[in-house]
């Protein structure tokens, strides 16, 4: 007899091809490309171009992505780090000769100094795909529904609501609050007030913008008329971008970092991503024998947290932009010094906490794996919720504030310089059985991403839940961002009360959230079966997302 499913959903199952993200209208366009005959690819562009419309403040054209992709006939994963520099003008001097002498701004121009890279990571992923993977779509198609959706209309979903009406209502005037922003009044209120649930939101300065990206490529962003309308904007408005930091960004394929766990291999991207600390975390976690606890228990619970901790410590010493400080690698995902945290934390004790600043987590990650067995694994942010709130002139494109988590600190790792990329906490996964795809996975969720990629990860292959159960069973984050800005273990209030008295009893400073709370991230996954095929697809009730497959 079949055990008893943990899960409000079913697991999608698929024979051919899977597409999953955290909004339907997204996941649908994404299919559309693979019954067409397109690629995992194509088919990610097509779902991130429509996410950027309908979860506006999650993602938009303006924000930064990260890639992994898995090329099935060569057998062969590759990284692309498709975020963005610093402005050439954007130095630590700057911001304190105009007031700013302990943090860059969160919100407003001043945010916005880093150059949007997700454009630039869509065009490079698309040229691979043409040129290796038999790519066949048009580029201009795989917008067509982005374009539509924009013109058009999409009735906004139930996070999208909750997410501006929270804003408006916030007592953080500097942080939220921004319909002071001329063109976030404009395109996200309507007659002053939040959409709601089902009413229509149209973005037609957008639509327009996608229009031209869909016929002059990257280049219209970056060299032509986007480029030089989001740049006389900022001009107005005392920013700091020139149409130079615009020319000359590019994207960057990387080489994935990879650590063995119980038979399989997990990948992520190296820094300036923070991917190292999910493997290095994964890595710590495979000197245990994790059955013999249980998936809730207060002893997985405990031992993930403090392992946390300690690896957090070597994140926040070394991860930046490696063309400014190179992080030991080898040595940090080494066994014998992922073995060394392992017993550091076996004997037990209370690791300090986190140094730094809260951390955004509005981010989206889809995951596509298509009829060939390529696989892609795309994450895509604008940082803060509406990222730094300011819409670029008549572009409609929301620019990210991810620059602003640099430090104003000259003698901080991730201190402000220019054309350096900063510290993210965007970090793709994917897990290799053989060499070969088995688990396609991802979060939003900022200090969140390294933990509960390992609550899905282990709960999978160590504890052998369904992927949909995996992703719904009750979740935590150790840590702090904008929106939980107090430094706690946060968990959701579906944790037994023995759960809670245990961990404070262990020395956790705790805090209580809703149950289904979407701060504890958004998290989709895809599980290929080793042996038939099968697409086993996620998507997290947390937010508006959807697994589809044919």
């Not at 999650?58 to 930064?64: E, V």
Request: proline share 5%; charged share 25%.
């Amino acid at each position: 007899m079949h055990r008893p499913l943990r899960s409000f959903r079913p697991t999608i199952l698929a024979p051919k091809a899977m597409v999953t993200s955290p909004h339907y209208l997204a996941s649908e366009a994404g299919v559309s490309v693979l019954r067409d005959g397109g690629n995992a690819v194509e088919a990610a562009i097509a779902t991130a171009a429509v996410l950027c419309v309908v979860y506006p403040h999650m993602t938009s054209i303006g924000g930064d992505n990260f890639w992994l992709i898995y090329d099935a006939r060569r057998r062969q994963l590759h990284g692309l780090n498709a975020s963005g520099r610093a402005g050439g003008r954007c130095t630590i001097e700057l911001y304190r000769e105009r007031g700013h002498t302990r943090a860059i701004p969160s919100r407003g121009v001043l945010a916005a100094n880093t150059v949007p890279g997700a454009v630039d990571g869509w065009w490079e992923a698309y040229r691979y795909s043409r040129r290796v993977l038999n790519g066949r779509i048009r580029w201009a198609t795989l917008l067509d529904e982005a374009i539509r959706y924009a013109e058009k209309g999409f009735p906004v979903a139930a996070v999208l609501e909750s997410a501006t009406r929270e804003n408006l209502e916030s007592h953080d005037a500097e942080l939220h609050h921004l319909q002071r922003f001329e063109g976030f009044r404009r395109i996200f209120l309507k007659q002053g007030r939040a959409f709601r649930a089902g009413e229509v939101m149209v973005q037609k300065d957008l639509g327009r913008t996608l229009r031209e990206l869909a016929r002059g490529g990257r280049n219209a962003f970056y060299a032509g008329p986007i480029a030089r309308e989001i740049v006389r904007f900022l001009a107005r408005e005392a920013g700091v971008l020139t149409r130079e930091d615009f020319a000359g960004h590019r994207s960057e394929w990387v080489r994935p970092l990879g650590v063995p766990y119980r038979g399989y291999r997990i990948f992520s991207l190296p820094p300036n991503s923070q991917g190292l600390a999910f493997l290095m975390l994964m890595g710590v976690l495979s000197h245990f024998d994790l059955r013999s606890f249980g998936d809730s228990s207060v002893e997985y619970l405990h031992l993930i947290v403090e392992t946390t901790k300690r690896v957090f410590q070597d994140r926040d010493r070394w991860v930046t932009d490696p063309r400014f400080v190179k992080a030991p690698i080898s040595r940090l995902l080494s066994r014998p010094y992922l073995q060394e945290i392992a017993r550091t934390v076996a004997r037990g004790g209370h690791i300090g906490g986190l140094g730094g600043a809260p951390s955004g987590g509005d981010t989206v990650w889809l995951g596509v794996v298509d009829e060939a067995g390529n696989a892609v694994s795309l994450i895509q942010s604008i940082y803060f919720e509406f990222g730094s709130g300011i819409v670029a002139g008549e572009t409609g494109v929301i620019l990210q504030n991810r620059g602003s988590f640099f430090s104003l600190d000259p003698t901080h790792v991730n201190a402000l310089a220019p054309k350096k990329r900063t510290f993210h906490t965007l970090m793709p996964a994917m897990v290799l059985r053989g060499g070969r795809p088995y688990l396609v996975l991802g979060t939003m969720g900022g200090q969140g991403q390294p933990q509960t990629l390992a609550a899905i990860a282990t709960r999978i292959i160590d504890f052998g839940l369904e992927v949909q159960e995996a992703i719904e069973a009750a979740r935590w984050m150790y840590g702090r961002s904008w929106v939980l800005p107090e430094l706690a273990l946060y968990l959701e209030g579906r944790f037994p009360e023995d759960i809670f008295r245990s961990l404070e009893q262990r020395g956790h400073v705790i805090r209580r959230l809703p149950a289904w709370n979407e701060w504890l991230g958004q998290a989709q996954a895809i599980r290929i079966d080793p042996k038939s095929g099968v697409r086993e697809g996620g998507a997290d009730p947390r937010g508006d997302g959807l697994a589809i497959g044919f």
